[in-house]
């Protein structure tokens, strides 16, 4: 009989402390979210076809404080063992640099957008369309920096048709690596990005998910 009120007391005691994990993770995301979104209407800027600019914070000048923040939210979010960070040249390179200090200073890579002499040896290839352009390109990324032992971890700064993000998965999957999810600072909610990603059985993750703003106000979808 004392033997199971131990138990039950042990058993009620790691539920309350796991409780209370639990309670501080959620916490903390939501404060984290708050932050974001705050910033995000401060300084983003709304213009016509739903583009979103976020260049004075995140893609242009770069606000290394938030980045560090947006590093720390992508590590809870993938505690995962991942080996390497990828992303696409220019405007992921920032944030995965600075986030991967949070993942054991692992390597970035990054996915380039034109040939050049100084790519060489075989090359994993995928074609994209850019949303902002309009243009069709390819991008590369030599064969050496993704391994099939590898445990890669994508990141960019926005998903919009998920062009961008559906060529580095198939990059990831071109090297025979295993992709644990995706991390994207603000997704647009309005288009069908996010779904595509999330319809192929990926993990992925988004810190703000803007709504579509047909009234020319930014809101963002409860997560």
Same mark, same amino acid.
């Given at each position: ?40 209407? !401060?300084?983003?800027?709304?213009? =016509?076809?739903? @583009? /979103?600019?976020? &260049?004075? #914070? $995140? ?83 030599? !064969?050496?920096?993704?391994?099939? =032992?590898?445990? @890669? /971890?994508?990141? &960019?700064? #926005? $998903? ?64």
């Amino acid at each position: 009989m004392v033997f199971l009120q131990l138990n039950s007391s042990l058993i009620s005691l790691i539920l309350t402390a796991f409780g209370a994990r639990m309670i501080k993770k959620s916490n903390e995301m939501e404060n984290f979210m708050k932050l974001l979104e705050e910033r995000i209407l !401060k300084d983003g800027v709304l213009k =016509d076809g739903g @583009i /979103l600019k976020v &260049d004075s #914070f $995140l893609n242009h000048q770069m606000d290394i404080g938030l980045l560090q923040e947006i590093g720390k939210e992508f590590r809870r979010l993938f505690p995962e063992n991942i080996t390497r960070i990828l992303t696409i040249e220019a405007s992921g390179i920032g944030i995965a640099t600075i986030a991967a200090q949070y993942f054991d200073n692992i390597p970035v890579v990054f996915a380039k957008k034109s040939m050049s002499k100084n790519l060489d040896g075989d090359l994993l290839t995928s074609k994209v369309i850019s949303y902002t352009k309009g243009l069709e390109f390819d991008i590369f990324v030599e !064969k050496k920096f993704l391994s099939p =032992d590898d445990n @890669i /971890l994508i990141i &960019d700064d #926005f $998903l919009a048709n998920g062009q961008a993000l559906n060529g580095l998965i198939d990059l990831v999957n071109g090297s025979g690596a295993n992709l644990v999810g995706c991390g994207i600072v603000i997704e647009k909610g309005f288009q069908d990005g996010g779904q595509i990603i999330r319809e192929k059985g990926v993990h992925l993750e988004s810190l703000a998910i803007v709504e579509d703003p047909k009234d020319g106000k930014l809101c963002f979808r409860e997560q």
